[in-house]
Every structure is written in structure tokens, then in C-alpha cells.
């Protein structure tokens, strides 16, 4: 569960820590408060995407870290996985600098953004008001009714199997096609092939060749260069080395008189050796340097060689001539060898056609058996929501072939009026009528996915009196459960929690910031009798406060 949460530097936030309870908690605030601020600010520390803009202060970065207890979950292996170090709290941190670059770390261990989405998706269930309009989706219907039929493994099993089938449908067909190649197709492949076989291409090759040619096309240059370096170092009448010896043998007389000169005349000898040495490399190197008009053609004719193929296949790396050729020898042996493949592959896609209905069949009969236990269970807590005249039916449709998520298709439908037959319910339902249908299923599957901690925002949206009483009720329950945080304006929500937080705004003679309290028991009166009558705060509002609070 959620225990806290410290935000610093984002959006109209300053600097913030909040500290979280188990059980049921509300925020409320008025509009344009800071509530949506304070959710994008936990998103982000989940693995939403950062962007700069969020920025209070522009010359600081902003940091976001929460704190998760994760004694009782099983998260041990995802930790070991992603070679983190496990600890029952977990902190998840996420920095955003001025440049906009955004850092992530799981306790203070540095990781991508996958990992730490990966793991914020098994902490915290973030259900929006806009989340209601998935319900008309099939894809989100279906995985509904999975979490509730505890299908994770069959689940599994049907996606591995329909990935293999995939891939061997597409290996099949790219064999089918080169099967439908004609013979002239067959002989360029084997004509390129050849080519590219028959000039025995070599790793680095170019780059030497075109080395010894500038060597070979300025051999005069070259072998001048170094007779005149000799000729300087010990040739000459006056060079080099007989000017080093005479240098040392004055240095010798010197030394006579002057004992230091000895070791200065020690470091000429040494100098002596080391330009005798080059002199010598100088020599054999001048003996070897020859032009050889007939080895610059050949090297040159290579080297024309390897661009003329590299203009031929489009490549712009000579090396990447031998990978071409790989290719076209594997593409050669696909073709000589597409009869047998064809029929080893046709033979494997029967087996796979067979196991993936066996396991799209075991799939649909388990959605089919939890049905009607998750139709009458939407029904009551529609009733306890004020629709007793509500309907939910989930219709499961053998789909047209198999896809990802089964061979199914699922329509929910719902009618809250009498008499009328249910239908789907992106044409029926209101938003008031979704949101309490999204409620209604939220209560059902957050107990069976394990995640710890759920948040609400405005899901109350289209509801309110003595609806808004039954769908905190609804809540409160849920929190027996599980963490249950819920953003609210609201009166009758308010009152069912067990922690409340106000977000409000405050304004001095720079900008405006966002700030939260947790409120005292009279703090709560005096903020669910303003949320009662508004602006002006009733003897009434305040008994009408305490009767909302003493009902949970």
C-alpha cells in the first residue's frame, strides 16, 4: 500500500509530503485546486511520461518519490528478475531536470521506464472518469471477466500457443512465396551469389587495399622522403649523428674541469643509440618501399571490384558485402529447400491449429462458467447503487478466428429502465449510469487482482443525494480490502472515509501554489458542511456533517 508520497517543484506544488493510511481515504478541495496535480504527480512516479512544462520553478528539477509497503505482496521474483535489491518498503523515485530529462529509481537503484511502469502497474490502479468509456471496448470487457474467472494461466498458455501459430503462418507463407518464384528469379539469386562467392570478399579487406595503394602510387615520394632523412641523419658531410659525437666528445674535454658535463655527455651517448636505431629503420624501410606498377593495377582493380558490388546491392560499407552474400545463400537454400520446409511447416501449423482450439476452447469455457456469477453479482450492487431495476448481461460470441485474447468476442449490456431489453451499453448508458457500472465491476475485480492500493478520480462523476451515499457505502466496503483513495466533491462520499485530505490554494505576492492538510475530526465537519452548503457554512450544514461521518 501507498504509505507516502513527497513531491517537490511540480506544477503549482512547491514542496508537499502526504502520508497515506490504510483503508479508505478522500481528497477533496475545491475546483482548479491542485486534486488532478497531485494524481499527475503520482502518475509520474508510476511511469508516466515526463514532460518539462511541469516544472514550478524552471531552474529546478522536480522529484517525486513514493514510499510502498510491500510486505504482503508476492514481488520478490520481479525484484530478482530486474536485479534489484528487495526490501518490504519500496521507494519509487523519478526525477525530471530542466532540460526536461527524466530519471527513475526503485530503491535508489537507477532503471528504465518499463521496469518501473512494470512495477508501479502491480502497486496502484489509477481509475479516472474518463477510464468509464473503456466498459464499451471488447478487449477491456474480456479482461474483465479474466480477472474475475482468475484465467491468468489459462491466459497465458492460449497467448504462447497463438504466438507460435503466428510465426508459423508467416514462416509458411514467405515459404509459399519464394515457391511461387520463377526459374529466372532463381538464376539471379544463384548468378549474384556466385559473383559475390567467386571474388572470395574478406573482413577489412577494403580498407587495407586502399591503404597499400596510396603507398604504391607514391612510392618516389615516399622512398625520397626517407633517402633525404638518411642522407640528414648520416650520409651528409655534415650530419646528424657525426655532429651528436662531436657534441659528446667536446662535452668529454669539458668534463675534465667540470664533473657535471659527464653526465649530460652520458644522455648524448643515449641519444647517440636512439638516432642509430631510427637511421637503421630508416634504411630497411627505404630498401623496401619499390613502385610496382603491376601490384597497384591489381590493387586497384580490387578496389574497383568492391565498389562496382556495393553499388550493385546498395550498401555503403564494403563489409556489409558479406552479410549480403550470407543472405542470399540463406534465400538460395529456403528456395532448394521450400518443398520440404513447406510440408514440415504445414504438418506443424495443423498441430498448433489443433492446441490453440483446444486452449481458446478451455479459455471460453471458463468465461462462459463465471458469467452468470458476475451478472447477478453486477445486479445486486446495482440495486445497492439505486438501479433496482438495472440489468447486466455479458454476451460471449464465438469470434470470426482467433486473436490475441481468445476466440472470443463480449458485449456488455445494461438497461436501467423496466421493460426495456438490455443493450449494448456505449448506445444506452449514461454517464452517471457508467460510472456507477464501472464502480460496480472495480468492486468485483480489485479484490482478485491482488494490487494493493486503488485510486478514484471523480468516478462519482453523475451521481449524487442519496446515490452518492450508496456509492461511498460501496467504497468503504472495498477499502476493507485493499487501499482505497478516491478524489471527490462529493459530501456523502467524504463522509465514509477513514483519513481526509483537503487540497486548496494559496496565493502570495509571486504565484499561486497548491498545498494539502490531512484534516482533524472538526477540520472534516467544517469541510463536509462547506462541500453541503458551499460558500456559506450552515448550524445545519455542520449536524448534517457529523450524521454523514457517524453513518460510516
Not at 75 to 86: G, M, T
Not at 149 to 171: H, R
Not at 360 to 374: F, G, H, N, W, Y
Request: glycine share 4%; with cysteine; proline share 2%.
Amino acid at each position: 500500500m501507498l504509505r507516502r508520497l513527497r513531491i517537490t517543484n511540480y506544477a503549482l506544488i512547491e514542496h508537499l509530503e502526504i502520508e497515506f493510511k490504510s483503508g479508505f481515504t478522500v481528497i477533496t478541495g475545491e475546483t482548479g485546486a491542485g486534486k488532478s496535480i497531485l494524481l499527475g504527480a503520482l502518475g509520474l512516479v508510476l511511469g508516466a511520461r515526463a514532460d518539462s512544462n511541469v516544472l514550478h520553478d524552471k531552474n529546478s528539477k522536480c522529484l517525486v518519490e513514493a514510499v510502498f509497503d510491500i510486505t504482503n505482496l508476492p514481488l520478490q521474483a520481479f525484484f530478482s528478475e530486474n536485479e534489484l535489491d528487495y526490501d518490504s518498503e519500496c521507494i519509487l523515485t523519478r526525477e525530471i531536470s530542466v532540460s526536461g530529462k527524466s530519471r527513475a529509481f526503485i530503491n535508489d537503484s537507477p532503471v528504465n521506464l518499463l521496469i518501473l511502469k512494470a512495477l508501479g502497474e502491480q502497486l496502484v490502479d489509477i481509475h479516472s472518469q474518463h477510464d468509464s468509456l473503456h466498459l464499451s471496448e471488447s478487449a477491456f470487457q474480456l479482461s474483465i471477466l479474466d480477472g474475475l474467472a482468475n484465467n491468468d494461466l489459462q491466459l497465458k498458455e492460449y497467448v504462447s500457443t497463438y504466438e507460435k501459430w503466428q510465426q508459423c503462418k508467416f514462416e509458411l507463407q514467405q515459404l509459399k512465396n519464394l515457391a511461387s518464384d520463377t526459374q529466372t528469379e532463381l538464376e539471379l539469386i544463384q548468378f549474384q551469389l556466385d559473383e559475390l562467392v567467386k571474388v572470395k570478399l574478406q573482413q577489412g579487406e577494403f580498407g587495407e587495399l586502399n591503404q597499400k595503394a596510396e603507398t604504391l602510387s607514391h612510392a618516389e615520394e615516399i622512398r625520397l622522403s626517407l633517402f633525404t632523412s638518411v642522407e640528414l641523419l648520416n650520409r651528409a658531410d655534415v650530419n646528424v649523428i657525426q655532429m651528436l659525437r662531436d657534441t659528446k666528445i667536446h662535452l668529454l674535454k669539458a668534463g675534465r674541469y667540470l664533473p657535471d658535463m659527464h653526465q649530460l655527455a652520458e644522455r648524448m651517448e643515449s641519444s647517440l643509440v636512439e638516432i642509430k636505431d631510427i637511421t637503421s629503420d630508416l634504411e630497411t624501410a627505404e630498401t623496401k618501399i619499390q613502385f610496382e606498377p603491376k601490384e597497384l593495377e591489381r590493387i586497384q582493380s580490387r578496389i574497383s571490384t568492391y565498389r562496382q558490388l556495393m553499388i550493385k546491392h546498395r550498401v555503403s560499407d564494403p563489409d556489409a558485402l558479406l552479410q549480403v552474400r550470407n543472405d542470399l545463400q540463406r534465400k538460395l537454400e529456403m528456395i532448394e529447400k521450400k518443398d520440404l520446409s513447406i510440408d514440415q511447416l504445414t504438418k506443424t501449423l495443423k498441430q498448433l491449429d489443433r492446441k490453440l482450439e483446444e486452449k481458446a476452447s478451455d479459455l471460453s469455457q471458463s468465461r462462459r462458467k463465471l458469467i452468470p456469477e458476475m451478472e447477478r453479482s453486477v445486479r445486486l450492487l446495482l440495486t445497492q447503487l439505486g438501479m433496482p431495476n438495472g440489468r447486466f448481461e455479458a454476451a460471449l460470441e464465438t469470434a470470426n478466428g482467433y486473436a490475441p485474447t481468445g476466440a472470443d468476442n463480449l458485449r456488455f449490456l445494461f438497461t436501467a429502465n423496466k421493460g426495456n431489453r438490455p443493450e449494448d451499453i456505449s448506445k444506452v448508458a449514461s454517464g452517471g449510469e457508467l460510472s456507477r457500472l464501472m464502480l460496480a465491476i472495480k468492486s468485483l475485480t480489485s479484490g482478485k487482482k491482488m494490487i494493493p492500493t486503488i485510486i478514484f478520480d471523480e468516478i462519482d462523476t453523475g451521481v449524487s443525494g442519496d446515490i452518492a451515499a450508496k456509492v461511498g457505502r460501496i467504497m468503504a466496503t472495498m477499502a476493507h480490502q485493499m487501499q482505497l483513495i478516491a478524489i471527490t466533491h462529493l459530501p456523502q462520499i467524504a463522509g465514509k472515509a477513514a483519513q481526509h485530505l483537503l487540497v486548496y490554494k494559496r496565493d502570495d505576492d509571486k504565484r499561486t501554489r497548491s498545498l494539502i492538510i490531512q484534516l482533524s475530526e472538526q477540520q472534516r465537519i467544517e469541510e463536509i458542511a462547506r462541500m453541503l452548503s458551499d460558500d456559506i457554512i450552515t448550524p445545519a450544514a455542520r449536524v448534517a456533517a457529523k450524521e454523514l461521518m457517524r453513518g460510516f
